[in-house]
Each structure stands twice: as C-alpha cells, then as structure tokens.
C-alpha cells in the first residue's frame, strides 16, 4: 500500500515556474513506476509525465518537452516535477500516480487505469 501526497501547487504568471512534489509513504516506493498526470475543468485526466523505479527513464507529453523534468529521490520518497514556462494552457489539477514495478513500456506508463495509488491532487493555475 503507498499513500501519496502532492504540494507545490499554486497561482503563477505565463513564463514563471513551479516545482511540484509527491511524498509517498511506505518503504517499498522504490518499486513503483511513477506519473504525474493532470485535469482541466470539463476534460478527461491526461498523462503529463512519469519515470522508472531508478530514475533512469522518462517520459514526457510532447506538450512540455523542454519545459517540464520529473526527477525522484527515493532515500526521500519523493517525486518532484520542475515546471518552467509555464503557460495558461497548462492549468489544472496535477496528480502524481504509482504503478507497482519496473516494467517500462510506453502504453503502460502513459495510460490512467495502469496505475494503481494516487494522490489527493494540487491545483496549479497559470495566468496570461
């Protein structure tokens, strides 16, 4: 079972930045697979970013390439997403998400149901 809890979030001009962060409780967070996704008002939950058990894959929606980098440091239990440029577009509610395991396979890390803990969710609004 992992609990997790994201903070971070908040209001910030277009161009400005963030850093997201997830703490994960349990002392196995170092295998799961873990994504942050994110969800407008009136639209459906979409993948934003994820990375491998170590850390030593991600990926990313071609929407922030370049402008968003998931990183995790599991002697904390943390995940964290360096937001940069950020744009009104950009807007929503952000979720980080665990999936048990190491299995990195492109259709699994980006896809909802593949998950299986998520957080509460931290609102991040862009300004124009």
Known sequence: QVQ??????????AGGSLRLSCA???RTFSSY?????????GKEREFVAAISVNGGNTYYTDSVKGRFTISRDNAKNTVYL????????DTAVYYCAARYGNLWNIVLVTT?????????GTQVTVSS
């Open 4 to 13: 997790l809890v994201e903070s971070g979030g908040g209001l910030v001009q």
């Open 24 to 26: 994960a409780s349990g």
């Open 33 to 41: 697979t873990t994504g942050w996704f994110r969800q407008a008002p």
């Open 82 to 89: 360096q937001m940069n440029s950020l744009k009104p577009e």
């Open 112 to 120: 909802v149901l593949k998950y299986d803990y998520w957080g509460q």
